[in-house]
């Protein structure tokens, strides 16, 4: 039997990202559909869980994508509603990678310090990867700052992660790259969870500080987000820092995503969330 992965995205396209990854995950076949909401979304879900009886059921799966993890929520919820009994299909929730990258990131620091206690800051934190890491790094008892260029934009992403996750990460305003530098002062980890493409320090903002023990980067294009970095970086010491780039965090990010696809065919009633994959990222990290 075909295992078939149905990729339900929330933005106008179905990303290449996540169904070149379900392929080289195991799916034998990835249907994308864009701009799925909570609205439209039951008539798929019918046709993943009514299809299959008894066991073959976990030969069909969902992988909920797009660029906003609120979306993404909303829209794991309306399918879950749709579940009922043993009518139900393993899902996945990962967008723009947010699961799978804050984990993979996450986990590679978590291997290379102890993060409870420590105080870390998420620099531009209030897209899907930045305010999944600032959760992980709350449930592992780090004391996580989280910061936009907007204090609005930073206490409703503070707000949305102690709704889901019930653990506080303080909002602060980083407008510019000399206000990030003050926000990083004092701070043990720092993940820089930017937009791609875009630098959020200069090298001399955490080079030569005297706490930083980590730091983490996700952005891959350069000017990468923390200057002085390499996006290779996998745990290379700079300067006292050990220093995780963003190619460095994606080697293990793929690795974790396409075990989490096989993962999603082991049975039709596995939910893939941040628990979940960071779960799994720490055991492969
Ligand atoms: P995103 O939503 O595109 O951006 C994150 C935040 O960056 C935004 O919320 C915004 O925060 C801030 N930002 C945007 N433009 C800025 C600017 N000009 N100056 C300063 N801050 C700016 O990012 P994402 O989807 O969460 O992804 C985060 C990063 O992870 C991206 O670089 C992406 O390419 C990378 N990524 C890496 C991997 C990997 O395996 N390494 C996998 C997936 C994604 P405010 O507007 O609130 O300031």
Not at 30 to 46: E, I, K, Q, R, S
Not at 68 to 79: C, F, I, S
Not at 94 to 107: E, F, K, Q, R, Y
Not at 229 to 251: H, N, P, Q, S, Y
Request: charged residues 25%; negative net charge; hydrophobic residues 45%.
């Amino acid at each position: 039997m075909k295992k078939l992965l149905f990729l339900f995205d929330t933005d106008p396209m179905p990303s290449v990202f996540d169904t070149v990854v379900g392929y080289d995950g195991g799916a034998d076949r990835v249907t994308g559909y864009a701009n799925v909401t909570p609205d439209n979304v039951g008539g798929l879900v019918d046709g993943t869980i009514f299809t299959r009886g008894g066991q073959d059921k976990q030969n069909t799966a969902i992988f909920i994508g797009g660029g906003d993890m609120a979306k993404g929520e909303a829209l794991l919820k309306a399918v879950q509603k749709k579940f009922f009994g043993p009518f139900r299909v393993s899902v996945m929730l990962d967008p723009n990678g947010s699961n799978t990258t804050a984990a993979a990131g996450v986990a590679l620091l978590a291997k290379t310090t102890k993060l409870k206690g420590k105080k870390a800051v998420v620099l531009a934190g209030t897209g899907p990867v930045g305010m999944r890491a600032a959760a992980l790094l709350a449930q592992e008892g780090a004391d996580v700052s989280l910061t936009s260029r907007s204090k609005e934009r930073a206490e409703n992403a503070a707000r949305a992660i102690e709704a889901r996750f019930g653990v506080k990460v303080k909002p602060v305003q980083g407008a510019d790259e000399s206000a990030r530098a003050k926000d990083v002062e004092g701070a043990e980890i720092v993940l820089a969870a930017g937009a791609i493409g875009i630098e959020l320090l200069k090298a001399s903002h955490w080079e030569h500080n005297s706490t930083i023990e980590a730091v983490a980067d996700v952005n891959a294009q350069p000017p990468l987000g923390l200057e002085g970095i390499e996006a290779t970086d996998k745990g290379k010491e700079r300067d006292g820092v050990i220093c995780f780039g963003a190619l460095g965090i994606g080697g293990l990010k793929l690795k974790l995503h396409r075990a989490c696809i096989g993962w999603l065919f082991e049975s039709s009633d596995a939910l893939l969330d941040a628990e979940e994959i960071y779960a799994l990222a720490k055991e492969m990290a």
